[in-house]
Nanobody
Framework: QVQLVESGGGLVQAGGSLRLSCRAS????????MGWYRQAPGKQRELVAT???????NYADSVKGRFTISRDNYKNTVYLQMDSLKPEDTAVYYC????????????????WGQGTQVTVSS
């Protein structure tokens, strides 16, 4: 019913930039928080950045000053602008949304995107 489609990953040299997008669609009444997570080989999935419905943001210490999360509520889309990329940023990036579904105003559900690969070469 709810799908999250990610795009924007790729291969970039250290110091370069990428912009990730994630669009939510389906039986959504409203979207609360949205976020980006990443998982590198052999590591646990970690939070990268989150943004609330009022556009309050939170970032992992490792990306502060380099990454910017934003959202377009009219398009149900969250973005992650990644600048000054480092090899340590190499991972699969996943978007996540907490939503209120149509017909279920009293409950919140979480959904994950399919993941997009970001590779930063040295």
């Amino acid at each position: 019913q709810v799908q999250l489609v990610e795009s924007g990953g790729g291969l970039v040299q250290a110091g370069g930039s990428l912009r990730l997008s994630c669009r939510a669609s389906g039986g959504i009444f409203s979207i609360n928080s949205m976020g980006w997570y990443r998982q590198a080989p052999g590591k646990q999935r970690e939070l990268v950045a989150t943004i609330t419905s009022t556009r309050s943001t939170n970032y992992a210490d490792s990306v502060k000053g380099r990454f910017t999360i934003s959202r377009d509520n009219y398009k149900n889309t969250v973005y992650l602008q990644m600048d000054s990329l480092k090899p340590e940023d190499t991972a699969v990036y996943y978007c996540n949304t907490d939503v209120i579904l149509l017909g279920q105003p009293g409950r919140q559900y979480g959904y994950w995107g399919q993941g997009t690969q970001v590779t930063v070469s040295s």
